[in-house]
T-cell receptor, first 110, second 116 residues
């Protein structure tokens, strides 16, 4: 069974701090995705990483795909209260279904 | 704007009754849709895959007689929670796969179900 392990599950920081969220698996994924979800809404796709070692930047967010395509990380620089939300990594399992990690609940306090 | 729409956004029902949630792809045809369940502050758990014109395939541990899925057209899948109980209260989210380059998946806005 392909599983995605996310850490940490909860993160509470002050505005301006940096943070990193990790997504790990013992299985190889052809690609991994990162989503952000706000309460009462569906998840919104932030990025898809496809190539091992790939780094993608989205303003203050930096996404990295591990060389072996088994892990990924999300780094946020100078976090702002607007970054508060649930961050989810996801990947397609062998059955072609999109599965999610446990999620990281981020709270950025002003 | 949203390309996948869910209805209703929230619903309250009494224990023992059934409630139907609709998932529509607004500007594309989706032969495959997915239903997820999410408890507060937890991740999305895949419940079932809805296939147009055929039976849904359920994930392990999901009762198919409890959660009835119908994918009657290429733009509509429905999830019916039968004989609902308070423990069925949850956020239900659907997604639809848009065929084409990348086979992009789009998520609905979710539906809050509260069973009292």
């Amino acid at each position: 069974t392909q599983l995605l392990e996310q850490s940490p599950q909860f993160l509470s920081i002050q505005e301006g701090e940096n943070l990193t969220v990790y997504c790990n698996s013992s299985s190889v994924f052809s690609s991994l995705q990162w989503y952000r979800q706000e309460p009462g809404e569906g998840p919104v796709l932030l990025v898809t990483v496809v190539t091992g070692g790939e780094v993608k930047k989205l303003k203050r967010l930096t996404f990295q795909f591990g060389d072996a395509r088994k892990d990924s990380s999300l780094h946020i620089t100078a976090a702002q209260p607007g970054d508060t939300g649930l961050y989810l990594c996801a990947g397609y399992n062998q059955g072609g279904k999109l599965i999610f990690g446990q999620g990281t609940e981020l709270s950025v306090k002003p | 704007g949203a390309v996948v729409s869910q209805h209703p956004s929230w619903v309250i029902c009494k224990s023992g009754t059934s409630v139907k949630i609709e998932c529509r792809s607004l500007d594309f045809q989706a032969t495959t849709m997915f239903w997820y369940r999410q408890f507060p502050k937890q991740s999305l758990m895949l419940m079932a895959t809805s296939n147009e014109g055929s039976k849904a395939t359920y994930e392990q541990g999901v009762e198919k007689d409890k959660f009835l899925i119908n994918h009657a057209s290429l733009t509509l899948s429905t999830l019916t929670v039968t004989s609902a109980h308070p423990e069925d209260s949850s956020f239900y989210i659907c997604s639809a796969r848009r065929q084409g380059p990348g086979n992009t998946i789009y998520f609905g806005e979710g539906s809050w179900l509260t069973v009292v």
